[in-house]
């Protein structure tokens, strides 16, 4: 059925929405974005701009203009590249957001159809309905039983009845359908809104800083406040030494500039904007940054099965007459079984968004050679209530007569239902029999009352058990895959549902789900104490006739077991639980709006199999972040070193590096950590590998160690070429270029050696992952031009080098990396012994 027929809305034409758009313009809030200035803003607070645009100002008062202009130029590139890191973040961000904005429903030509909220003009008959929240102002012309939350305007929580009646007959943009279906005239759009007018937007990703953005903030604070302390140090010891302030700057700025970790943050961003963009590509929509930072850490999944783990394609398999006490198919079906089908058909929705209410209005269409529910219109109704939950509807035609339907979980109809012992067990019977099959069951009753003065709760009438209308919905193809997927990554699922025990199981053995005979109903749960669920929530794995108290009661108690909970939802009442859960997850298709809005995940196919990819996608960010880090980390520690000890020593050289080298290798390390690594395919054993703990921090000495090492031994690397240059009597300037060399040799062996601290390098040379070759062929291709055009050679005070003292270095450099291949080799051993 739809809108239209019942109510004889044909909506705006194509033509009219155009007039409408042109006159009122689009329904949103223009707000003006100053991308540029704050990018430019942001930059001239990074220490490394300050410290560039510092030394660059030493070189022109010393008269060294050469170097200040290279000064100047490296600092239009690190904006350069900052912009374009800023830009790629940005633009990803906002491809998600475009993703997130809410559709609605609005009647035109004489159709429903679904467009973007933005769409919605003045004059649009829209349908707002349970879960969605308000998409514009307007004025209700039809509505069933309809509440708004409108805490928004009011600060006030408590839901507020409306109707078409003047009083009652106002919605609002952004307040919150708690119940029924209404449809409604657009009154106001956009700016004009009442919500517009007061400047709150709705349209907005959140993004606030996560645990490792804090570490990652702390560690850089740390640094920059360590090269400060250098910073003078040196000064004073060079100045001390040579009395020329110019120069004992230079030096001093020199080592602060290669303190200074400044690619980390960049890296960080990048990673997590990225990799939130890979996400949205894959169909998972990421709404909140922190969300890519946890999907590797997680360790429970819990799944609804209605639609995540069955197709949602519910039809009308079975129908159990209470009269007759048989079970047959709808086709089958004698007029007894066809009464059935109509009270239930009453019973749901005259205008069906539920599954179960379209197969029931489907089936009502079949079974009857003619139509009523045009002669009928609803007079009352009771929502979806009570411990087990049952709906009833009131109908009434013109002539008065009345039809009181209800329908529910059979436990809810048996008990407002006058039974004598035989008809339960003959309804119990039933049930077990449908539900071992893996049907969804229903219980159908009808009623009687006078007057309308009706009662305040649905349970006070009095009804008659017709009987079951069971429902068939059957398991995706590829679920069975998608739970191995999971136990594989040692992630424990467990189902939690408002079925019944018998049916869930059943569909349960049917997916080869683990622990399908572990099963806990509602009622079970009510009666545990804090401590008994948390024992229990950890062994059982299918919680049944679930209400959404119980559902928050499930995660608070995995919590409690410290774990990471990933949890689906799609209804209004699992709005708590997917907000009170590590990571949220809503389904796209099937999901409320307020579903949609508290998750931090969206599954825009409603496909749990996207899960997989999502957590096999938030390891490999956090893997490849982790290499990044580390990367950045150990190549830092052989600049600084080399800089520093030199200078303290007092050695023959003591300014072996300048500021124009420092930001040169800073140059190439950027790129390195934030392009190559970002790029880099998911390891082949991620996905066997446990998940890891949320506790877990780059910055700890177990995770330092590893960058450390590797750091000192390319450090004694450098130095021993520093040392041996010096003993073979070699000028400063082959000296220096032989460290240099040293370094990128280095640097271009830990990029590839560091790809993974478990396979070999040749292993990892057969990754797919062009931008390695670009980077490292764009690296080595700038070190030669250096080397080999006189003009470079001279600008960085170089000198030609012999073929021993080139190979020297490149082995020197390379051999302080490739060791720990031999470390990566003793762990794949370690491996197979286990």
Same mark, same amino acid.
């Not at 010393?62 to 170097?67: A, C, L, M, P, R």
């Not at 394609?313 to 048989?326: D, G, H, I, P, Y």
């Not at 003619?370 to 009434?396: A, I, K, Q």
């Not at 069971?470 to 408002?498: E, H, L």
């Given at each position: 059925?739809?809108?239209?027929?019942?109510?004889?809305?044909?909506?705006?034409?194509?033509?009219?929405?155009?007039?409408?758009?042109?006159?009122?313009?689009?329904?949103?809030?223009?707000?003006?974005?100053?991308?540029?200035?704050?990018?430019?803003?942001?930059?001239?607070?990074?220490?490394?701009? =300050?410290?560039?645009?510092?030394?660059?100002?030493?070189?022109?008062?010393?008269?060294?203009?050469?170097?200040?202009?290279?000064?100047?130029?490296?600092?239009?590139?690190?904006?350069?590249?900052?912009?374009?890191?800023?830009?790629?973040?940005?633009?990803?961000?906002?491809?998600?957001?475009?993703?997130?904005?809410?559709?609605?429903?609005?009647?035109?030509?004489?159709?429903?159809?679904?467009?973007?909220?933005?769409?919605?003009?003045?004059?649009?008959?829209?349908?707002?309905?349970?879960?969605?929240?308000?998409?514009?102002?307007?004025?209700?012309? #039809?509505?069933?039983?309809?509440?708004?939350?409108?805490?928004?305007?009011?600060?006030?929580?408590?839901?507020?009845?409306?109707?078409?009646?003047?009083?009652?007959?106002?919605?609002?943009?952004?307040?919150?359908?708690?119940?029924?279906?209404?449809?409604?005239?657009?009154?106001?759009?956009?700016?004009?809104?009442?919500?517009?007018?007061?400047?709150?937007?709705?349209?907005?990703?959140?993004?606030?800083?996560?645990?490792?953005?804090?570490?990652?903030?702390?560690?850089?604070?740390?640094?920059?406040?360590?090269?400060?302390?250098?910073?003078?140090?040196?000064?004073?010891?060079?100045?001390?030494?040579?009395?020329?302030?110019?120069?004992?700057? &230079? $030096?001093? &700025?020199?080592?602060?500039?290669?303190? *200074?970790?400044?690619?980390?943050?960049?890296?960080?961003?990048?990673?997590?904007? !990225?990799?939130?963009?890979? @996400?949205?590509?894959?169909?998972?929509?990421?709404?909140?940054?922190?969300?890519?930072?946890?999907?590797?850490?997680?360790?429970?999944?819990?799944?609804?099965?209605?639609?995540?783990?069955?197709?949602?394609?519910?039809?009308?398999?079975?129908? %159990?007459? =209470?009269?007759?006490?048989?079970?047959?198919?709808?086709?089958?079906?004698?007029?007894?079984?066809?009464?059935?089908?109509?009270?239930?058909?009453?019973?749901?929705?005259?205008?069906?968004?539920?599954?179960?209410?379209?197969?029931?209005?489907?089936?009502?269409?079949?079974?009857? +050679?003619?139509?009523?529910?045009?002669?009928?219109?609803?007079?009352?109704?009771?929502?979806?209530?009570?411990?087990?939950?049952?709906?009833?509807?009131?109908?009434?035609?013109?002539?008065?007569?009345?039809?009181?339907?209800?329908?529910?979980?059979?436990?809810?109809?048996?008990?407002?239902?006058?039974?004598?012992?035989?008809?339960?067990?003959?309804?119990?019977?039933?049930?077990?029999?449908?539900?071992?099959?893996?049907?969804?069951?229903?219980?159908?009753?009808?009623?009687?009352?006078?007057?309308?003065?009706?009662?305040?709760?649905?349970?006070? @009438?009095?009804?008659?058990?017709?009987?079951?209308?069971? %429902?068939? /919905?059957?398991?995706?193809?590829?679920?069975?895959?998608?739970? /191995?997927?999971?136990?594989?990554?040692?992630?424990?699922?467990?189902?939690?549902?408002? /079925?019944?025990?018998?049916?869930?199981?059943?569909?349960?053995?049917?997916?080869?789900?683990?622990?399908?005979?572990?099963?806990?109903?509602?009622?079970?749960?009510?009666? =545990?104490?804090?401590?008994?669920?948390?024992?229990?929530?950890?062994?059982?794995?299918?919680?049944?006739?679930?209400?959404?108290?119980?559902? *928050?009661?499930? @995660?608070?108690?995995?919590?409690?077991?410290?774990?990471?909970?990933?949890?689906?939802?799609?209804?209004?009442?699992?709005?708590?639980? &997917?907000?009170?859960?590590?990571?949220?997850? +809503?389904?796209?298709?099937?999901?409320?709006?307020?579903?949609?809005?508290?998750?931090?995940?969206?599954?825009? /196919?409603?496909?749990?199999? $996207?899960?997989?990819? +999502?957590?096999?996608?938030?390891?490999?960010?956090?893997?490849?972040?982790?290499?990044?880090?580390?990367?950045?980390?150990?190549?830092?520690?052989?600049?600084? *070193?080399?800089?520093?000890?030199?200078?303290?020593?007092?050695?023959?050289?003591?300014?072996? %590096?300048?500021?124009?080298?420092?930001?040169?290798?800073?140059?190439?390390?950027?790129?390195?950590?934030?392009?190559?690594?970002?790029?880099?395919?998911?390891?082949?054993?991620?996905?066997?590998?446990?998940?890891?703990?949320?506790?877990?921090?780059?910055?700890?000495?177990?995770?330092?160690?590893?960058?450390?090492?590797?750091?000192?031994?390319?450090?004694?690397?450098?130095?021993?070429?520093?040392?041996?240059?010096?003993?073979?009597?070699?000028?400063?300037?082959?000296?220096?270029?032989?460290? %240099? !060399?040293?370094?990128?040799?280095?640097?271009?062996?830990?990029?590839?050696?560091?790809?993974?601290?478990?396979?070999?390098?040749?292993?990892?040379?057969?990754?797919?992952?062009?931008?390695?070759?670009?980077?490292?062929?764009?690296?080595?291709?700038?070190?030669?031009?250096?080397?080999?055009?006189?003009?470079?050679?001279?600008?960085?005070?170089?000198?030609?080098?012999?073929?021993?003292?080139?190979?020297?270095?490149?082995?020197?450099?390379?051999?302080?990396?490739?060791?720990?291949?031999?470390? $990566?080799?003793?762990?794949?051993?370690?491996? *197979? #012994?286990?």
């Amino acid at each position: 059925m739809s809108a239209t027929s019942d109510h004889g809305i044909k909506g705006l034409t194509s033509s009219q929405v155009s007039e409408a758009r042109a006159l009122h313009g689009r329904n949103e809030v223009i707000r003006e974005a100053h991308y540029f200035l704050t990018t430019v803003k942001g930059l001239f607070k990074d220490p490394m701009l =300050l410290l560039l645009l510092v030394a660059s100002s030493l070189y022109f008062i010393s008269g060294e203009v050469g170097n200040g202009v290279f000064m100047i130029s490296a600092i239009f590139l690190v904006i350069g590249i900052s912009w374009y890191q800023e830009s790629r973040s940005r633009n990803a961000l906002a491809a998600l957001k475009s993703l997130t904005q809410p559709t609605s429903k609005v009647i035109r030509d004489g159709a429903t159809v679904e467009i973007r909220r933005e769409e919605i003009v003045v004059g649009d008959f829209m349908i707002v309905e349970e879960g969605s929240s308000v998409p514009a102002d307007g004025v209700i012309v #039809h509505s069933n039983d309809f509440s708004v939350n409108e805490s928004i305007l009011t600060g006030e929580s408590m839901p507020v009845s409306k109707n078409k009646e003047e009083n009652h007959n106002e919605v609002f943009q952004g307040t919150t359908v708690t119940g029924g279906l209404a449809i409604c005239e657009v009154k106001a759009i956009g700016a004009a809104t009442s919500l517009g007018k007061i400047g709150k937007s709705l349209e907005s990703i959140d993004e606030e800083d996560t645990p490792l953005q804090k570490q990652i903030g702390n560690f850089v604070k740390k640094m920059a406040y360590v090269g400060a302390a250098v910073f003078f140090i040196v000064w004073g010891i060079y100045y001390f030494r040579s009395h020329q302030v110019l120069s004992s700057l &230079l $030096k001093a &700025l020199t080592l602060a500039m290669s303190i *200074l970790p400044e690619e980390i943050p960049v890296a960080f961003t990048t990673f997590m904007a !990225l990799g939130a963009w890979r @996400l949205m590509k894959l169909g998972i929509i990421v709404k909140h940054t922190k969300t890519v930072e946890t999907l590797g850490s997680a360790t429970v999944i819990c799944t609804d099965k209605t639609g995540t783990i069955t197709e949602n394609r519910m039809s009308l398999a079975r129908l %159990f007459e =209470l009269a007759t006490n048989k079970i047959i198919t709808p086709e089958k079906a004698t007029s007894e079984e066809k009464e059935l089908i109509t009270v239930a058909m009453w019973a749901s929705e005259p205008i069906p968004f539920d599954p179960m209410e379209i197969a029931l209005h489907e089936a009502y269409g079949k079974s009857t +050679a003619t139509d009523s529910r045009p002669e009928y219109h609803m007079v009352h109704e009771y929502p979806l209530g009570g411990r087990p939950p049952m709906m009833t509807h009131v109908f009434e035609n013109a002539a008065g007569h009345r039809i009181i339907a209800a329908k529910g979980a059979p436990e809810a109809m048996m008990q407002v239902a006058h039974l004598n012992e035989e008809e339960k067990r003959n309804i119990l019977s039933a049930i077990q029999t449908l539900a071992e099959e893996g049907f969804r069951v229903l219980g159908v009753g009808i009623s009687t009352f006078a007057g309308n003065d009706f009662p305040v709760n649905q349970q006070q @009438l009095t009804f008659r058990f017709m009987g079951l209308v069971a %429902f068939y /919905d059957p398991p995706k193809k590829n679920i069975a895959r998608v739970f /191995d997927s999971f136990y594989k990554a040692g992630i424990a699922v467990k189902i939690i549902t408002g /079925d019944n025990a018998a049916t869930t199981s059943t569909i349960a053995r049917q997916i080869g789900f683990k622990g399908a005979e572990k099963t806990m109903n509602g009622e079970e749960l009510l009666k =545990l104490s804090e401590e008994e669920l948390n024992v229990n929530v950890m062994k059982v794995t299918i919680f049944t006739r679930m209400f959404p108290d119980a559902k *928050l009661r499930i @995660l608070n108690a995995l919590k409690a077991n410290h774990q990471i909970v990933a949890m689906t939802g799609d209804g209004v009442n699992d709005g708590p639980a &997917l907000k009170a859960a590590h990571i949220g997850i +809503a389904m796209g298709k099937k999901g409320s709006e307020i579903a949609k809005e508290v998750s931090s995940l969206i599954l825009s /196919d409603d496909d749990l199999a $996207k899960m997989v990819d +999502a957590v096999a996608m938030g390891r490999r960010i956090y893997s490849n972040l982790k290499k990044a880090i580390q990367y950045i980390i150990s190549i830092h520690i052989p600049i600084i *070193l080399t800089v520093f000890i030199p200078l303290v020593l007092g050695w023959i050289y003591p300014g072996i %590096f300048t500021p124009v080298h420092v930001i040169f290798l800073e140059l190439i390390m950027g790129p390195t950590c934030s392009i190559i690594y970002e790029n880099e395919p998911m390891e082949k054993n991620t996905m066997q590998q446990q998940p890891r703990p949320v506790t877990d921090t780059f910055f700890s000495m177990k995770e330092l160690g590893t960058s450390i090492i590797q750091g000192l031994v390319i450090t004694a690397g450098t130095l021993f070429i520093y040392q041996y240059s010096v003993r073979q009597g070699y000028s400063e300037e082959v000296t220096r270029t032989m460290i %240099f !060399l040293t370094l990128i040799a280095a640097n271009v062996s830990l990029t590839l050696v560091n790809r993974s601290f478990y396979y070999s390098i040749l292993t990892t040379l057969g990754y797919k992952n062009n931008l390695v070759l670009f980077i490292t062929g764009t690296t080595i291709g700038l070190t030669t031009l250096l080397l080999l055009i006189p003009a470079f050679t001279r600008f960085f005070k170089f000198d030609v080098m012999d073929a021993f003292q080139l190979m020297l270095s490149i082995g020197i450099g390379c051999a302080s990396v490739i060791w720990f291949e031999l470390v $990566k080799a003793g762990k794949r051993r370690a491996t *197979l #012994h286990v």
